[in-house]
């Protein structure tokens, strides 16, 4: 079946440092492509998506590209701050039939420190 | 894009006893997603609620602990049944975004069972 493989956390980085927060898929077909943001007490944000091969998400300064040779969606940001401490989650989810349900990843935990 | 409004936001519970979780939604959709997130972990999908027709279950979830109702297009609840310590977590609801992807997820229910 469909999983959603992303890097194990919790990743620490300094402010202004660079980010990637790894993210593997297996599925069949073409789903599209998601990162989800859980801020500390909030709930999930979308933050970024890609429906199709080699369409670029972004949104806040953060990346990701929807590779389908390495069937890959990794999340970048050039500068973190110490805002972008969170939980991301990269997830999938196919865009027809009648179970059009995510598919997670188990979220990976940024601490940016000042 | 919709906005979800749910309800309670946050409950402590005896055991034995059970919590209904309702979620309004501002547009009509036409499935809803009932998810679970226990503490440190990723999102568990409970159900999906179709309006008009018996929610579709995933493994490991069953209608008698956790009864769903979709009376309308806008409108789903989720009862968390005889409850136990185990049922405590957040609770959540989503809908899709838009067509292409994208969920929208009401801001959760965090319940306790003491």
């Known amino acids: 079946g469909d999983s959603v493989t992303q890097m194990e956390g919790p990743v620490t980085l300094s402010e202004e440092a660079f980010l990637t927060i790894n993210c593997t898929y297996t599925?069949?077909?073409?789903?599209?492509l998601f990162w989800y943001v859980q801020y500390p007490g909030e709930g999930l944000q979308l933050l970024l998506k890609?429906?199709?091969a080699d369409d670029k998400g972004s949104n806040k300064g953060f990346e990701a590209t929807y590779r389908k040779e390495t069937t890959s969606f990794h999340l970048e940001k050039g500068s973190v701050q110490v805002s972008d401490s969170a939980v991301y989650f990269c997830?999938?989810?196919?865009?027809?039939?009648?179970?059009?349900?995510?598919?997670w990843g188990l979220g990976t935990s940024l601490a940016v420190n000042p | 894009s919709a906005v979800i409004s749910q309800k309670p936001s946050r409950d402590i519970c005896q055991r034995g006893t059970s919590l209904t979780i309702q979620c309004q939604v501002d547009?009509?959709?036409?499935?809803m997603f009932w998810y679970r997130q226990q503490p440190g972990q990723s999102l568990t999908l409970i159900a999906t609620?179709?309006?008009?027709?018996?929610?579709?279950?995933e493994s490991g979830f069953v209608i008698d602990k956790f009864p769903i109702s979709r009376p309308n297009l806008t409108f789903s609840t989720l009862t968390v049944s005889n409850m136990s310590p185990e049922d405590s977590s957040i609770y959540l609801c989503?809908?899709?975004?838009?067509?292409?992807?994208?969920?929208?997820f009401g801001s959760g229910t965090r319940l306790t069972v003491v």
């Open positions: 609620a179709n309006q008009g027709s018996e929610a579709t279950y």
């Open positions: 547009s009509q959709v036409t499935m």
């Open positions: 989503s809908v899709i975004r838009d067509i292409g992807g994208g969920y929208t």
């Open positions: 997830a999938l989810s196919h865009n027809a039939g009648n179970n059009r349900k995510l598919i």
């Open positions: 599925a069949t077909g073409y789903p599209s």
């Open positions: 890609a429906t199709k």
